[in-house]
Every structure is written in structure tokens, then in C-alpha cells.
């Protein structure tokens, strides 16, 4: 009995077997809670069916947007976008707001400012980042 459906069926066997009157008002009752119950146990075993295909679908985009994500985005870390000598004329802040690095070139830096996050779009003040 370990689905909704199988105890359900197991409810309606022990109503049979108690032979109870279904032309009394209890009986007509208990009859109709039967049968609203086997109703929504196929109704859940439905639900639970298109539940399991959703996931198994998604897990597969999932998969197959992985894929994509890791030929499209290879080549685009940070630490490749630099020769090594360009470093030096690049700063490195990390926004307050989303924690992630932010590189700023040292010829248009000026610590009165303020500069857009490209990763959340919110300020972020060159306060105390630039080096003299």
C-alpha cells in the first residue's frame, strides 16, 4: 500500500466487506467519500506523472544549456582578456553591492567618481580604489 491510489482501493475494499447500507444517509455518505477520494487519487497519480516528465525534460535543457553555455563562454574569463602586461593598467575593485571584480583602467580613473556596476547596474564609488 505504498500509493494513494492502492489505499484508496484498500478503503473501498473494507467498505464492501462492512456491508454497509448505501441507501442510508451514512452510507450514502461514506459511499460518496469513496468516490470522491478515488477521483483525486487519480487525479494526484495524474499530476505526479506530468511532474516526473517536467523534471526529466528540464534536467535535459539543463544539460543541454550547459553545454552551450561552456562552448559559447570558454574563452571570456577575465583572466584571459588581459596580456599579462596589461594588467598594470588596470585596477581591480569588487562591487559592494553583488561582490563580484570589477577591473577599471587606470587612465580614466578618478576617485570623485562613480562607475556602473556591469553586473547589477548599480553605482559603485571609486573612493579610496585608485592609485596615485
Do not use: W
Not at 475494499?13 to 441507501?23: Q, S
Not at 497519480?45 to 517536467?54: A, F, M, T, V, Y
Amino acid at each position: 500500500m505504498d500509493s494513494l491510489l492502492s489505499k484508496v482501493s484498500y478503503l473501498n475494499g473494507l467498505i464492501d466487506g462492512m456491508e454497509i447500507d448505501k441507501t442510508s444517509k451514512e452510507g450514502r455518505i461514506i459511499s460518496e467519500m469513496a468516490k470522491i477520494l478515488e477521483a483525486m487519487a487519480d487525479k494526484i497519480e495524474i499530476l505526479e506523472d506530468s511532474q516526473d516528465e517536467l523534471e526529466e525534460y528540464i534536467d535535459s535543457i539543463d544539460e543541454d544549456l550547459s553545454a552551450v553555455e561552456e562552448d559559447l563562454y570558454e574563452d571570456d574569463e577575465c583572466d584571459d582578456c588581459f596580456e599579462d602586461d596589461d594588467y598594470d593598467n588596470y585596477i581591480s575593485i569588487n562591487c559592494p553591492h553583488c561582490d563580484e571584480t570589477v577591473y577599471i583602467d587606470t587612465n580614466i580613473c578618478n576617485c570623485n567618481e562613480q562607475i556602473t556596476c556591469p553586473n547589477c547596474h548599480k553605482e559603485i564609488p571609486l573612493e579610496d580604489c585608485c592609485e596615485d
